[in-house]
């Protein structure tokens, strides 16, 4: 894949499965409420809509329809709307850039066929400037299979309206088919049109074509970083892309680290250099020189799945003051537990349960909590229940 600096600006048309994706061209205007009468006669939403790419002052929007029409969104900071966005007129997903808007303010929006509303409002908060101290997200991943889950797990994030969600990856089963992207947006349909989503390469992504032209991310897509309030957030490819010592994605990360100023560093990726089990061993020794820039540049969270359990580090040699935590149960479960394996591999607590982590940035304190449908029960290495949340607190 090409590098793109701005996937709506210069995405090039991908056929695959009679999608089409668009060049994206924007214009910005004041506007009404869309008029109520039904929208033009053979267009519905087939996907989304969903926000990409979300800043402190743009917004992107994607979505999908069955039939051909003149797409825009309308948008503003109440239900009035006030401002346009337009989408050049194609077959099915189309894309809209929304404008001039400011850090950490809450946005409604409506999709519009012909100028006829196609969704009901949605909104959604842009992403937060360097004053704002506290902010929220949801981490997660490995979505993949067990779609009733997936599902009931989607409407307890909806719940918690984080102000954007991470996804470490495997969020379909197979990249490469249309049938499971459309499962994967259906269930967290309600999530991704309320909240920015940024998520991470996984191997069940299976490097598709898909995957880069249904989303819409920052850089190069498949590493990128971004800021929200006190957090630098960064993005890696561990499954597809070269990381080693000399790459071009090595060399991007390490200037990445050296430039950000923001006061919390929290990376993310799928494979995690520390895990139990019990199905996948470690990435340690692949990923050792990564974390020898995390722990250079005082990086304070790392986020990963894969393993399909929750599980978090304690402090050692290897994590030194990084903490390092597995949230691979987004929808499928695998048997076993991983008690006796955990000291050797610096695990301190684990849970084998489904989940999602809301992580709340609170000045200078990070809570990790594991959520679920159910109450999360997390354990040591002794059967011990570990109260959470998790607590890290940035200067110790």
Not at 280 to 307: I, M, R, T, W, Y
């Amino acid at each position: 894949m090409g590098s793109c600096p701005n996937r709506v600006s210069c995405r090039k048309p991908i056929l695959v499965a009679l999608m089409v994706c668009l060049v994206v061209l924007s214009v910005a205007g004041p506007i009404g409420a869309p008029p109520a009468n039904a929208a033009p006669q053979g267009v519905r939403l087939t996907l989304g809509p969903y926000l990409q790419n979300v800043t402190t002052n743009l917004a992107t929007v994607c979505w999908g329809t069955d039939g051909a029409a003149s797409g825009a969104i309308v948008y503003g900071t109440t239900s009035e709307y006030g401002a346009l966005a337009r989408a050049e007129p194609v077959e099915k997903v189309q894309c809209a850039r929304l404008a001039g808007l400011a850090p950490y303010t809450r946005y409604h929006y409506k999709v519009l066929a012909d100028g006829v509303a196609l969704s009901s409002d949605a909104s959604f908060k842009t992403l937060a400037g360097p004053e704002q101290q506290e902010i929220s997200f949801v981490a997660w991943g490995d979505n993949r299979t067990n779609q009733a889950i997936h599902r009931r797990l989607a409407g307890r994030v909806k719940e918690v309206a984080p102000d954007l969600v991470i996804n470490v990856g495997d969020f379909v089963e197979s990249g490469r088919r249309i049938g499971d992207w459309n499962l994967f947006f259906d269930a967290e349909r309600d999530i991704l049109a309320n909240a920015p989503f940024y998520p991470a390469l996984g191997n069940h992504e299976e490097n598709s074509p898909l995957y880069f032209s249904l989303l819409s991310l920052p850089g190069n897509e498949r590493w990128y970083s971004f800021d929200s309030g006190p957090v630098h957030f960064i993005a890696l490819d561990v499954a597809f892309s070269d990381y080693q010592p000399g790459s071009e994605q090595y060399a991007w990360l390490e200037r990445d680290l050296r430039e950000t100023s923001r006061p919390w560093k929290i990376a993310y990726f799928h494979h995690p250099p520390f895990t139990a089990g019990p199905s996948h061993e470690a990435s340690f020794d692949v990923l050792a020189h990564v974390v020898k820039q995390f722990n250079n540049a005082g990086v304070q969270a790392v986020f990963s799945g894969h393993e399909h359990n929750f599980q978090f580090t304690g402090r050692n040699g290897n994590t030194g003051r990084t903490l390092y935590v597995v949230s691979g149960g987004g929808g499928q479960l695998r048997a076993g537990n991983i008690y006796s394996t955990m000291s050797k591999f610096g695990i301190a607590g684990w849970s084998p349960q489904r989940h999602f982590l809301l992580v709340e940035m609170e000045r200078e304190t990070l809570k990790v909590t594991p959520l679920s449908s159910e109450p999360v029960v997390v354990r040591d290495m002794h059967g011990r229940p570990i109260p959470m949340p998790l607590v890290v607190n940035r200067l110790n």
